[in-house]
């Protein structure tokens, strides 16, 4: 049996766990599949194969001044957390790889295209009466060849980067000796989910939904894929094979990860590297679980559940809608409000019946002390709204 993950060569001795692998897939009647036209694997990934490790054990290194780093890789996907000081900067430099990058906190000025354009992250926050705040996560899609160049705002930024293939630069960064002069890419590769050059929010990206109890957003590169996956609670994967290369990043929840024929726990911040045709599953926590799935090379079979979906989202909805806005209550109450009725605060609905659109308009102070004096049912004529 043909495997993708040794350390030196795809035609090297077999790595330990081949033998009790071997022995799960006769027992689990599972079908080995192998890829053609991967590179020959000459640096070693800095995470074993099949053990669960925290990414705050990883060593932090000095990238720029003010830009620290933590990196790990597979065999052809390198992934890097990058906290940004106050105004730090990544000079600008031509891309020797293709890259994502996600900003999870704070802003950037990234360069696309010879220009800066602004980037954000925001966390959820907790909604009050009067205030809430959806999370947002921009991310940018830059190909190899790309003049690429990042400064942190004056909060500074916590950003997530993957590149394919490895970069050596930072693997030079991370202390590891004898890289090769060239590393190769694959050779053959697919068409791209997102246009590269292009900000994108994270949280726009439709869900697929991969599995029963599984959806995910799923943003797809030539040479490697990203699934944002949310499992449902107290779900369970059994155990399975795929030909790719997988790394799992917890991000929210808890699962325990079925690993071989054993099970190991995972929390946000935890990452594993499950190598090419091993046998593997999970069994999701009281709270569900939500990991980001990085695939080397991407999965032709999860890209075809991605364009279906789409399919029928643009049916509903075409790619160059856009929303529009008919009302808005704090400018324009309702035809029936009345003098000294309220605009619209605590909105709940709409609800089209007998030609008109309703609303419920609650009051609540800011902690979420009610007024019934000043909640009511509001309606507009549909003539009303244009």
């Not at 024929?261 to 911040?269: A, I």
């Not at 279906?308 to 209550?329: H, N, Q, T, W």
Request: aromatic share 8%; glycine share 6%; hydrophobic share 40%.
């Amino acid at each position: 049996m043909f495997f993708l993950t040794h350390c030196t060569s795809a035609s090297g001795p077999e790595p330990e766990w081949a033998k009790k692998n071997n022995e799960l897939i006769k027992q689990y009647d599972l079908r080995v599949r192998e890829l053609s036209g991967l590179p020959e694997i000459k640096i070693a990934s800095n995470l074993e194969p099949a053990k669960v490790k925290s990414v705050d054990s990883l060593a932090s290194t000095i990238l720029y001044p003010g830009v620290n780093v933590k990196i790990f890789w597979g065999s052809g996907i390198m992934v890097s957390t990058l906290q940004f000081d106050p105004n730090a900067k990544i000079p600008e430099e031509v891309l020797p790889a293709d890259r994502f990058v996600f900003v999870l906190e704070g802003s950037v000025e990234q360069l696309v295209n010879g220009s800066p354009v602004t980037m954000t992250g925001q966390q959820r926050e907790a909604p009050d009466g009067i205030h809430s705040a959806t999370p947002r996560t921009d991310f940018i899609y830059l190909e190899k060849g790309s003049k690429n160049a990042v400064t942190a705002g004056a909060s500074g930024a916590k950003l997530v980067e993957l590149y394919s293939p490895l970069r050596s630069d930072y693997l030079k960064k991370a202390g590891i000796k004898d890289i090769p002069f060239e590393i190769t890419d694959v050779k053959t590769t697919l068409e791209p989910n997102i246009k590269p050059n292009k900000v994108y929010d994270l949280y726009d990206i439709q869900l697929t939904e991969l599995a029963a109890g599984a959806s995910s957003r799923l943003i797809s590169g030539k040479n490697m894929q990203l699934s944002f996956i949310s499992m449902d609670p107290n779900s369970v994967f059994p155990p399975h094979i795929h030909p790719e290369e997988q790394m799992m990043l917890g991000l929210r929840g808890a699962c325990n990860e079925i690993l071989l024929d054993g099970e190991q726990p995972m929390k946000p911040g935890d990452v594993v590297r499950i190598p090419a045709n091993m046998v593997h599953g999970a069994k999701i926590g009281d709270l569900g679980c939500d990991a980001l799935d990085i695939f080397w090379p991407a999965r032709p079979d999860y890209l075809e559940k991605e364009k279906a979906r789409m399919a029928a989202y643009r049916a509903i909805i075409p790619e160059d809608a856009k929303l529009e806005l008919v009302a808005d209550g704090k400018k324009t109450p309702p035809a029936d409000s009345g003098a000294g009725k309220p605009e619209l605060n605590f909105s709940e609905g709409p609800k089209w019946m007998n030609g008109k659109i309703y609303f419920s308009n609650m009051y609540f102070d800011q902690n979420f002390n009610a007024s019934p004096k000043k909640a009511r049912q509001l309606n507009w004529i549909p003539m009303q709204l244009q």
